[in-house]
């Protein structure tokens, strides 16, 4: 079993039944919807899609306290280390590596990525998704920011993930509509909805995923409640 966490806007943390702990997109200090309850203990894994602030931010900060490995794009990956990362794990799309107890495969990813520093915009390489094979062989797929494209049907092919994470806010990812469609060429059995209701243009709401999906009652639309863990 895996516990999964949400901690508002696209960050997630996955606790396996070893103990390790995956974080994905961590977003804390300037999040206004993280829970301020909450406090990690152990991290040893921090997946970064891409690389702009309100996915990484968290990253450094908790690598250098728990000596968690960071991966992440080649050139993001570069740009952490200019900044003192001293784990991590540099990688492309279509590439898959053993990182602790799971699998992790870097997947196609339609968004920008930029870095955002002294006043000026600088590459910070290409955006990127992840699938998820976790130790009893299920697998989850973490779409990062992104529109719908045609592929997801070719990640839903190769890697059969049960659940899926789609963002919906609309404005700097795919909506509604969008992920309904994505839910379509996936067919995961759960979908997370995620990157909504941070801030006022995300407007996308599960409940409008789940009304799309209603011809689909095979796909559960399965809404977190920020900071309250579950079990999948």
């Known amino acids: ?80 280390e200019s900044k003192g990362a001293r784990n991590t794990l540099a990688i492309n799309k279509g590439c898959s590596r053993q990182v602790g107890s799971v699998r992790v495969t870097m997947t196609q990813a339609l968004h920008s990525s930029g870095i955002q520093e002294d006043g000026k915009m600088l590459y910070g390489g290409e955006a990127a998704g992840y699938v998820v094979r976790v130790p009893d062989g299920r697998s989850f797929y973490f779409a990062g920011d992104t529109a719908v494209f045609g592929d997801m049907e070719l990640i839903g092919t190769l890697y059969r993930p049960e659940l899926a994470l789609l963002p919906i806010g609309d404005t700097f990812t795919m909506g509604p509509a969008e992920a309904a469609m994505a839910c379509r060429l996936l067919k995961p059995k759960k979908v997370i909805p995620m990157h909504f209701g941070t801030m006022p243009q995300l407007e996308g709401r599960p409940e409008q995923l789940a009304e799309l999906l209603r011809d689909q009652p095979e796909i559960q639309v399965w809404t977190l409640e920020i900071g309250k863990p579950v079990t999948w």
């Open 1 to 80: 079993m895996v516990e999964i966490t949400w901690l508002g806007h696209a960050t997630f943390k996955f606790r396996l039944d070893n103990g390790e702990v995956i974080v994905i997109d961590p977003f804390i200090d300037g999040n206004p919807v993280y829970p301020k309850n909450h406090t990690f203990d152990r991290v040893d894994t921090i997946l970064v899609t891409h690389a702009h602030f309100d996915h990484v931010q968290g990253a450094l900060p908790l690598s250098r306290k728990f000596g968690a490995r960071i991966v992440a794009i080649y050139e993001t990956a570069v740009w952490l």
